[in-house]
């Protein structure tokens, strides 16, 4: 079988990162969780936490009978998809819900045990915080992979080398992971920042009592936002991506083998190198997360450079080690090695300068943010517009990056051959994998911010000395840079993810039209044309663009990419204004409690932090319905009354204006919130001062647009191109136009 | 000659235009202009007008020599363009500026006589600011359509039935005006934009003095503001678009009589139809515009109606008469009348439903306003989460509406045949030219808004009573309304002038290849392909994408629609930024005369009004260099780089994500506004109290957004269609794929 043996650095890889996993997880559990208190609160945050989970998997769980349900009867009643669907589906969406399950149980475990860490020192609590993250991390990849090698195995006893079916099938279950997914995102940063925005409300601004108080009744709703938003809803997204970048490569790899007319033997290679580098990925993950120590008293810079150090390791060793696999694969297939390796290194680095620009327009350290704390001195208006202004400005730098980087991982896929069009977009997609590879590690960093960010919590409400909370306030502000250089990475990957499905979309197409072949005995009236099941399975990518008119004139592509331009924002202002509702309704709340249990402001009687949390779980179950079903239904309904060429319009229009817009809501949120952070540094009056209230008011607006709508658009689109995947074969039968 | 003599149906109404534009300019300045103190103010807002404008022209006459060199360049030493383009482009730009001074120079004139009218009655001041903005209404329209006749009858002589360069080469000329418009726009945009928010947060906030109120140093550069940016620059917007409609339209009806082998008197016909259609627009119009009037103590509501009844009886005149102009022009064509009428209909009815979506978000009548209000309770930062939400989801309707109008004008005018794609296309602009028929009147009921604002400013400052002060206040807020109507049909015809824009490009691409072919002797070799001019001659519009792999899978498409789908923030955020600078330094003056003259608080000492407006005009000149820059070198280079297909991407996403974008941003700060003014009336509180600061915020936010970002993206959508028509020669000739 020669190179087939490397297959198995896939499931290895798998098994590695749940081993590593376990291991951080047992390790985490033995430490000591501190005082009573301590234990106590965390012990609330995890109740809540669970509670809302259960919650949530419960109403998700509705979802998908009901999407069970309709994809059953696409594949067994209509017979327009494959049979397997539906159960790789309900498995894409298992996976994702327990990889997000898995990280929050870890995470709500660890943050006592950092604080508790943190009493003997800095190195001590950001190891526990950083582990623990990287539990999150190891698990997202290790499941990921896992159910992707299996079902591989699977479809590949069943269907042999007909990898056009296997590779398109197992798409499906991408779509259960971008479902789960999207509810996880929305329904989590719904709950954050409901009670987020309505514990400042009350207890910042009305009753002036410091963050994280314990005196304030949605201090505890707020820590379990964190989790349940930052931690739960991220690994869910990020499985979600990861999976996608996979699966779609696969699929590009079956398509461009086939293309090219490759032997089995070709295609089967190209078909696994996704899932080969991505195990290759998580070995490499391992080793840098072996490498992140620092020393005590280390500051900010010191710290970053620790994390940044795995970061680069990982990213080295994969670099070298990817090119001898892809070497191995590719030998002797007539496919450049060398040009998919160098699509694959685009990838990394695109990912790595990414994370650089989103760093540069956020972080304190640098002009933009500065600029935008300065213009405090003349009131919360010019912060804003500030914000708004910059962000703006710093979607063109990102954006160039992905472009720059989409070009060149065409030319060097293709062998520089601009008419080779299924090479360079499987060149295209083998980036979004190269970006996502050293995702064990990425993901880590970015847990890790949740997880300091509790353990303050814990510190500032069990009451410990000072320089317990400047240790744990120390991690929590890294956490900060770190999160907005992970949404970089699950931007950057999801624009090139995206890219690969809408290719795959066309592929499911295809299918479509043979299938519809085979029913009709062999010959095919469509679009006023005769097409034979032998002269479909022929034609190219181009042709099928050409039977359905997919160019850039036909009034359904415009129409599409009219109303996929829009969608984002229309998603993004139903989901703020969810936000404002939950939020109103904890404002009200805590108003209550404050003002019917006396008590509470000095201290003598306990606020009730259950209701509070129950009040941002309800709200945040009913306010994702609205938004997730627009995300679900509308490429169905365009589908049917615009064709192929207008769900092709939609995607890409979806595409373009989701990808700026969740760069220009990432950026403004996380500027907003360090310009608050430098004046709380003691710039421009520092606390209390009216500069503070203006950055204030600059955090609140960003937070709902950093934590829920922001981050919900990559999922957002690439879910649209998921569902228009799983529907193509209804949209082909039963388009109107 | 048989139906020839219709074509003087479009010089004569815009002779007819010119005239009544005449007339009603007369007769206001015969009005007498009040007593000395407010013949001073107004003076002194007309010399600070006329000095900006002077000082724009000349900035832009150095932008319009260079652009001129190069198009020569392009025509006479590359010869990739005609040799008629340099001058078209030319007066373009030179009649587009002066449609804006003579609005300007009216409406500066109008503001003191609108003051002294309301001193007898509020149906003469309605009237005299009615019809002051209605010569600006008839100007932009006169002129706009003067120019396209002379032109035609000018390039028909030169090149007989050649209606294919005559159309195209006509398009340049759109390209002068949009220039000239996006100038007119960003640059007036930011001088009242600074001029407002400097005169706002040192004014009200810091020295506690009312609006308008005569010692605050900025209250002249802010009236000259509205002056310069919502009467010259919106003259410039709408004569661009109303030029750029009627000119797509043209070419698409050379195009479309092409590709259906119509007879040279038919292609004729098809060509004129835009024309003839907006001469009949005007005398329905100016019909419209005597049935203005109302009856004194009209509430909101019945000056409203009094507007309304105006544009209702011009848009059923226009219906009317349009059905016999088509019918005659298209009798025994081969063409169906009655779709092309469709078409139009479908324009003129999109537009009033775009208006009263607009009307619906932005008016505190309606649920949306109010929200937005009652959020003030928790904040300002509520109050900016709730607009930023309600206006995103006001853009799904307005979307939906301009789709919904592209499928039925498409449909129509095709005869229900989608792949009739030329004569859909046609539709689509004649929906267009239909939108923006009746721009007489509604211009008339836009520009009005400034004038009455003008008339409210000079009252207070010359300390007129309050019955005058309420008389002026009620048209003001009543121009609140018209406005943002206003702009929901420059976004809405701007959006389906893009798409007949793109049409016109693959056009022009064309053009290019012939007269490459030509110059190669006969036969050109591109693109891997042998072409002989006669089969480029007889190639449609699919034919000429899929010459370029046109289609949505090519990564040059792709990135296009990237970059395109990022530069409409790219540019908001460079403008946004602009003016925040530019308000910076207001603010500083402002300060530094209330620091060093003596005696203004006490009304002893006058403030140097001069120098805040010489601040604004300098500011405004050097930061709309950028932003202006970036959308006219954009297409170039990518065009350069990615050729045809980039370019067609780059137009694709600009105008998905831009369209969004521009509603997004107009009825964000209509309903701030709105927000503030209906707390003004009394409610939550009212003036003075916290929920006001709030909407005050809000409404600061909101201001650079609704007048200078997001009307300046309809024009930049359409310059880089213009500037990728203009430079198609170069791109197809150069390009490095």
Not at 341 to 347: I, L
Request: with cysteine; hydrophobic share 50%.
């Amino acid at each position: 079988m020669g190179s087939d043996f490397l297959f198995w650095i896939a499931p290895f890889g798998a098994v590695i990162a749940l081993s590593f996993a376990y291991v951080f997880y047992k390790s985490t559990l033995k430490l000591d969780e501190g005082d009573d208190l301590m234990k106590e609160i965390a012990q609330a945050v995890r109740t809540g936490a669970m509670t809302y989970l259960k919650q949530q998997y419960k109403a998700i769980g509705i979802f998908f009978i009901c999407a069970f349900i309709f994809i059953g009867f696409l594949s067994f009643v209509l017979k327009v998809q494959s049979l397997w669907t539906p159960f790789a589906f309900l498995t894409g969406g298992i996976f994702s819900g327990l990889a997000g399950f898995i990280g929050m149980n870890m995470a709500t475990q660890a943050s006592s045990r950092t604080t508790q860490a943190a009493k003997k020192s800095l190195d001590g609590a950001l190891r526990v915080a950083f582990r623990s993250g990287a539990v999150m991390g190891l698990t997202v990849v290790g499941l990921g992979l896992l159910d992707i090698s299996i079902w591989f195995l699977i479809l590949k006893q069943v269907y042999h080398s007909n990898f056009h079916i296997i590779t398109t099938t197992m798409l499906s279950f991408g779509m259960g992971a971008s479902s789960q997914a999207l509810f996880a995102r929305v329904g989590g940063g719904i709950f954050t920042k409901a009670a987020d925005v309505g514990a400042d409300l009350v207890g910042k601004v009305e009753a002036n009592i410091p963050e994280d108080d314990p005196r304030n009744p949605a201090v505890i709703a707020d820590n379990v936002g964190d989790n349940v938003g930052d931690v739960a809803g991220m690994g869910a997204d990020l499985y979600e991506s990861y999976c996608g970048a996979v699966l779609s490569t696969a699929a590009l790899g079956a398509a461009g083998a086939a293309s090219a007319s490759l032997s089995p033997k070709a295609t089967l290679n190209m078909v696994m190198l996704p899932m080969i580098l991505a195990g290759v990925g998580i070995l490499a993950s391992v080793a840098g997360i072996y490498a992140v120590k620092t020393k005590e008293g280390a500051n900010q810079k010191e710290l970053m450079g620790a994390l940044n150090k795995g970061i680069n390791l990982s990213s080295i060793l994969m670099a070298i080690f990817s090119l001898f696999v892809i070497k191995i694969l590719l030998n002797n297939s007539g496919i450049g090695y060398f040009g998919i390796w160098g699509a694959m290194v685009v990838g990394l680095m695109s990912g790595i300068m990414i994370g650089k620009i989103t760093e540069y327009y956020t972080s304190f350290a640098f002009k933009p943010t500065k600029f935008i704390a300065e213009q405090s001195k003349t009131g919360p208006a010019t912060v804003i517009l500030a914000g708004l202004g910059e962000s703006m400005i710093s979607t063109g730098f990102i954006v160039l990056t992905v472009s720059v980087g989409i070009v060149f991982s065409f030319l060097f896929a293709s062998g520089f051959d601009v008419k080779n069009i299924s090479m360079g977009l499987y060149g295209i997609a083998v980036a979004a994998v190269g970006m996502l590879s050293t995702l064990g590690i990425t993901l880590a960093t970015d847990a890790y911010g949740p997880i300091a960010d509790n353990a303050g919590g814990n510190a500032q409400m069990s009451g410990q000395n000072e320089e317990v909370r400047e240790r744990t306030d120390s991690l929590d502000a890294l956490g900060n840079t770190t999160a907005a250089t992970g949404k970089g990475f699950a931007i950057g990957s999801a624009a090139l993810t995206a890219l690969a499905l809408l290719a795959a979309f066309i592929e499911e197409v295809k299918i479509a039209l043979e299938t519809m072949a085979d029913k009709a005995g062999g010959i095919l009236s469509y679009g006023g044309e005769l097409l034979t099941k032998a002269r479909i399975e022929n034609m190219d990518i181009v042709q099928i663009l050409s039977l359905f008119d997919a160019h850039l004139l036909n009034f359904r592509v415009l129409v599409g990419i009219f109303i996929g331009a829009m969608m984002p924002f229309l998603f993004s202002g139903f989901v703020i204004k969810a936000v404002g509702r939950a939020a109103g309704k904890m404002v009200e709340e805590v108003r209550r409690q404050f003002r019917e249990i006396k008590g509470i402001m000095e201290g003598t009687a306990k606020p009730d932090y259950a209701e509070c949390v129950n009040i941002s779980t309800k709200a945040a179950q009913i306010e994702m319905i609205v938004p997730s079903m627009i995300a679900i239904l509308t490429p169905i309904f365009i589908g049917l009354v615009l064709g192929v060429a207008g769900v092709l319009g939609l995607l890409a229009g979806a595409l373009g204006s989701g990808f700026t817009l969740a760069i220009m809501m990432a950026n403004a949120g996380g500027a907003w919130d360090n310009a608050k952070k430098y004046v709380e540094s003691g710039e421009l009056g520092g606390k209390g001062s009216q500069s503070h209230k203006a950055t204030v008011i600059g955090d609140t607006v960003g937070d709902p647009l950093k934590d829920t709508a922001g981050p919900a658009l990559n999922i957002l689109v690439k879910l649209m191109s998921m569902v228009s995947i799983v529907t193509a074969g209804l949209i082909v039968a039963y388009s109107i136009f």
